[in-house]
């Protein structure tokens, strides 16, 4: 996570991966004696990996245990050694604080504990610390080394909520809860507060969803010390708008194996069906009059062009922002009307991740200046910056802030915040409050306006073992390939499945498949993957030997600037983004990160992880297939007596469907109503005929019926689906 410093690490540890285990160790030798030694001297405070605490006993506690006598046992291997009869300074297990401690020999310390009743529940990291007569300090450390359980009268207490949601009917919806407490624990969730029957597990899912299911849902949860009751969350049923985030193309149109640029490979061949080879929306932003604003057409959002914080004229790192002082730059561009509008926000992670472009190269590790260097951002429309190498920054350190919290902590322990590094193509968790040296943490911000639902899921469970996302138009594999592939192998995979009924899945790029991150949940918290529950997740065990969940590959190549800038494929952590740092396995960067791998090799030759964090090399991860969805249209008509006669299957996820007219060819134009309309109803894949003598024109003039989505206002969604079209001039037919 802290993007802008480089760790070392020195001393290994058992870590379980998929397909993979093995113990890796280190000592210390030769010029590392004599530098620890001599930052001994000078009273500087050791780094926790060179100086391990390697068993705690006991090492769990429940809640409202006093008087626990915790012995800690020093590492013996590692110098320097804990200094003799000098008794600790501190001894902490999280936040508490040990007392009448003891050294009775060199390598063993013993404190005594009282863990509060109220003690958050859950790992603590350790430590010991002595002083040393020169100055300074001397740390031992153990990473998660001691867990607080529930007290034996701990009440219940809702520690996740049911969410609200907006399903359309036919949908499906899954509430759930999570709740710490004493066991046995008892579940019944209510619907405007009365018991629904049966409903008594800590979820409760509808599946169909009817008009008659809307409503407010809570959960109620007892135990025999007490009871606590879940935030309602309310279940709106109704036709959605229509592709209302719409997934950006990547742009990236070149092809790669496990190493090079190659030509577009042909069906049967190695490495067919990558990102490069399916066009999705393709890019098209429009910069404003004045030049503050670009809009986002596929997308609807407008966007600062110049992220130019302080106002000076140039954009460089004295326009990096705290989270501090972004939270009021919003209000500071509304004060200004900024580029006519007073209604700024700060970025969700979906909308910034929207602007990534794939085209860019990753220039870690690279110090030749940024002359040529190309960006993951369309710097035709955006203003862009590389890191300041004159100041000590990395050429990459050019991360923006998104609005978008991680529910759990990274580094162990710290808050963290989402955001996207434009500079070499990666999403990450960011340290919230402090960075590196102590200083608030800055990036750069690029606020927003319109389009508030985009990046909000319409997910439908389509009973086949497929879910649709009605707001993406993309439909995905409930389940995934269940073992880890390479690159090469999940391209393969995917181009070869047929399932479902349907043959064309492929690998969904690096954009799509970050789509359907649930950025509410984290194994750390809801104990589930960054899923929403109308999907499965394998579980694996990490590399710190964790429950957790995989990585998934993309189809994109996060290409880089070596002599194998194909090297790496594009992957989003659907678990913990687990690293090695500080002589420990963590969770560096958050489950919602998009990070990159190796196509092919072996995960052995990378112990402890690449790059400055450490980041987990697996090479071998999961599947999750996509295809895009259209709507099951049939539509036919006929024209006689100048009478107009449509059937068609209605359209799932719209809030109405109308006919419109147009003369002489005269499409429908966004925002514009025509005067014939007529509001269908229907459920969603049940036919609707409809026929009017009201003003059909004359064959020969070429008049032409849509049935398209639209709002309730009559006019067509800016980013609606047209359904299909009847051409009265020739022959009848589906033409959408």
Known sequence: ???????????????????????RSIRFRGAFLGLILLLALHGTAFPQDSNQITAVNPDTAAQGTTDLLVTFTLDT???????????????????????????????????????????????????????????????????????????????????????????????????????????????????????????????????????????????????????????????????GPVSNYPIVDTGQDICYNASTEIGSPGPGEPFNGQDAQYEGNQPDYTISGDGLTVLDNVTGLTWQRNPDTNDDGILDSDDKMSWTEIQSYPAILNSRNFGGYDDWRLPGIEELYSLIDFSGIDPSGYTGGTSGLVPFIDTDYFDFVYGDENIGERIIDAQYWSSTEYVGTTMNGENTVFGVNFADGRIKGYPRDTGPG?????????????????GINSFIDNDDDTVTDQATGLMWMREDSGEGLTWEEALAYAENLEFAGYDDWRLPNAKELQSIVDYTRAPSITGTAALDPAFAATSIINEAGQLDYPFYWSGTTHVNWSDTPGAFGAYVAFGNAMG?????????????????????????????????????IRIYNFVRCVRDWEPDVELSGDISDQTLELTWNTFPGASANWVYGAENDAFFTP??????????????????????????????????????????????????????????????????
């Open 1 to 23: 996570m802290f993007d802008q410093t480089e760790r070392t690490w020195i001393t290994g540890s058992m870590i379980s991966i998929p397909k993979k285990s093995r113990l």
């Open 580 to 616: 090695y740092m500080n002589g420990a396995w963590m969770d560096v960067h958050g489950a919602g990160a998009q990070r990159s791998d190796p196509k092919e090799g072996d995960p052995d030759d990378w112990p402890y992880g690449h790059g400055p964090q450490g980041d987990a």
């Open 438 to 454: 102590g200083t608030p943490f800055t990036e750069f911000i690029r606020c927003v306006r319109g389009g508030e639902d985009y």
């Open 77 to 239: 291997d590692a110098p320097p050694a804990p200094p003799a009869g000098i008794p600790p300074t501190s001894v902490t297990i999280g936040t508490l604080s040990g007392s009448s401690v003891t050294h009775p020999s060199q390598y063993t310390v013993i404190a005594v504990f009282t863990i509060p009743a109220d003690e958050p529940i859950g790992v603590k990291d350790v430590t010991v610390t002595f002083p040393i007569p020169q100055g300074g300090s001397l740390i031992f450390s153990k990473p998660s080394g001691f867990t607080v359980t529930p007290g034996g009268n701990m009440p219940p207490d809702v520690t996740l909520h049911p969410q609200s949601r907006t399903v359309p009917p036919g949908g499906s919806v899954i509430f759930s809860i999570i709740a710490a407490g004493t066991f046995p624990m008892e579940y019944q969730w209510q619907k405007n507060q009365l018991d629904i029957e049966a409903a008594i597990d800590s979820t409760y899912t509808i599946d169909p969803v009817n008009e008659s299911d809307e409503g407010n849902y809570r959960c109620v949860v007892t135990n025999d010390y007490g009871s606590d009751t879940s935030d309602e969350a309310v279940l709106t049923v109704e036709y």
């Open 671 to 736: 925002g514009l109503t025509f005067g014939y309309a007529y509001r269908l109803a229907a459920l969603p894949g049940t036919a609707t005929t409809w026929s009017t003598t009201n003003g059909i024109g004359d064959p020969e003039n070429n008049w032409t019926y849509l049935v398209i989505a639209v709002d309730d206002s009559e006019q067509e969604l800016s980013r609606s689906k047209r359904i299909g079209e009847l051409d009265f001039s020739g022959d009848v037919g589906f033409t959408g």
